[in-house]
């Protein structure tokens, strides 16, 4: 061997994939994506909630009587708790009053939840039977509320 081979380096060994630019580029993308995905969805999706300056007066707001008496109809009772006894209908047990806030919200105020339901679930059942049908009192109902007797918010449905 003379002295200039041995002195010379040896060949360069490739970099591992992991190390190139591109692949690097790849993981911080893909874990972008998947931090995106479990991040919560906002933006102009959802209508924000409404001021209190923005508020419409209650005089838009339908009674809580053509209220009550569209979901009576729908349910098929007399009463929301003969609908909870007799047709077991839990979302509508316990219900102390309707009370519209103005055209698209309503608050549920009830003693207490039927066991095995959550306030989301009745907010939801109050929206879904309420805003049906072409005679419904409240057609743009977006946002109902359930709360207990101290005014607690039990769950909501948007």
Same mark, same amino acid.
């Given at each position: 061997?003379?002295?200039?081979?041995?002195?010379?380096?040896?060949?360069?060994?490739?970099?591992?994939?992991?190390?190139?630019?591109?692949?690097?580029?790849i993981?911080?993308?893909?874990?972008l994506?998947?931090?995106?995905?479990?991040?919560?969805?906002?933006?102009?999706?959802?209508?924000?909630?409404?001021?209190p300056?923005?508020?419409?007066?209650?005089?838009?707001?339908?009674s809580?009587v053509?209220?009550?008496?569209?979901?009576?109809?729908?349910?098929?009772?007399?009463?929301?708790?003969?609908?909870?006894?007799?047709?077991?209908?839990?979302?509508?047990?316990?219900?102390?009053?309707? &009370?519209?806030?103005?055209?698209?919200?309503? %608050? +549920?105020? !009830?003693?207490?939840? @039927?066991?095995? #339901?959550n *306030?989301?679930?009745?907010?939801?059942?109050?929206?879904?039977?309420?805003?049906?049908?072409? &005679?419904?009192?409240?057609?743009?109902?977006? %946002? +109902?509320? !359930?709360?207990?007797? @101290?005014?607690? #918010?039990? *769950?909501?449905?948007?």
């Open positions: 061997m003379t002295e200039v081979e041995a002195s010379a380096p040896p060949p360069p060994t490739p970099r591992p994939f992991y190390l190139r630019w591109w692949f690097v580029l993981v911080i993308l893909a874990a994506a998947v931090i995106g995905s479990l991040l919560p969805r906002t933006g102009s999706r959802s209508a924000p909630p409404p001021s300056a923005s508020t419409p007066s209650t005089s838009s707001a339908p809580a053509a209220v009550t008496a569209h979901m009576l109809a729908a349910l098929g009772q007399p009463t929301l708790q003969q609908a909870c006894e007799k047709d077991r209908v839990a979302w509508a047990c316990n219900v102390v009053s309707i &009370d519209p806030l103005d055209d698209s919200e309503l %608050r +549920v105020r !009830v003693t207490a939840l @039927a066991p095995g #339901e *306030g989301a679930v009745v907010a939801l059942e109050f929206r879904t039977h309420i805003a049906a049908g072409p &005679d419904s009192p409240m057609p743009g109902l977006r %946002r +109902v509320i !359930v709360v207990d007797p @101290a005014g607690n #918010e039990l *769950g909501s449905a948007q």
